[in-house]
């Protein structure tokens, strides 16, 4: 009898466990089931039993209900947080989008106006050379009326002195 009630307690704690009691609960029940089991059966006791295990399959089923409904919240939060993931992941690519617009619009902006910078710069340096040239040539007609200054002076000092010379000769003769 005793190898009887230990392989109802391991059975009962089985299936109570199962249906998804804790272990405090299945304890207890397990006690008090066996506990009865102990005393001699009586047809009054096996109607209390009955009405025991009917109750336990309500609240198994009641219990499955529950889980059931459980479960569906938590299908609904699933889809809620996948909705959410996706709208995160479009307003990203939205905002990378944008970004990478404005970007792009910033970078040809800049680029039309260092083109114009530099064109205006090429102008003036332009320009700047071709007033260099001009004073290059300005120096150079400079350099040669220098020259020819030089060339005339020295004629001129050239010619003067022997002159000066013979009057100064005349005069102390």
Do not use: C
């Amino acid at each position: 009898m005793e190898n009887l009630t230990v392989n109802y307690r391991r059975g009962a704690r089985q299936r109570l466990e199962e249906a998804g009691f804790d272990a405090v609960q299945v304890e207890a029940l397990v006690e008090v089931m066996t506990g009865r089991e102990d005393r001699l059966a009586t047809k009054e006791d096996v109607e209390v039993l009955k009405e025991d295990v009917e109750v336990l399959k309500t609240d198994v089923g009641e219990l499955k209900v529950d889980m059931a409904a459980v479960k569906g919240r938590i299908d609904g939060l699933v889809m809620v947080v996948e909705g959410l993931r996706l709208e995160v992941r479009e307003r990203f690519d939205s905002l990378r989008q944008e970004i990478v617009a404005r970007f792009e619009s910033l970078e040809a902006r800049l680029g039309g106006r260092v083109d114009a910078i530099e064109g205006r710069m090429d102008g003036r340096i332009d320009a700047l050379e071709g007033r260099m040239d001009g004073l290059e040539g300005k120096i150079d007609g400079m350099s040669g009326q220098l020259t020819m200054i030089k060339w005339l002076l020295g004629f001129v000092l050239a010619s003067t002195v022997p002159i000066i010379l013979a009057l100064v000769r005349l005069a102390f003769l």
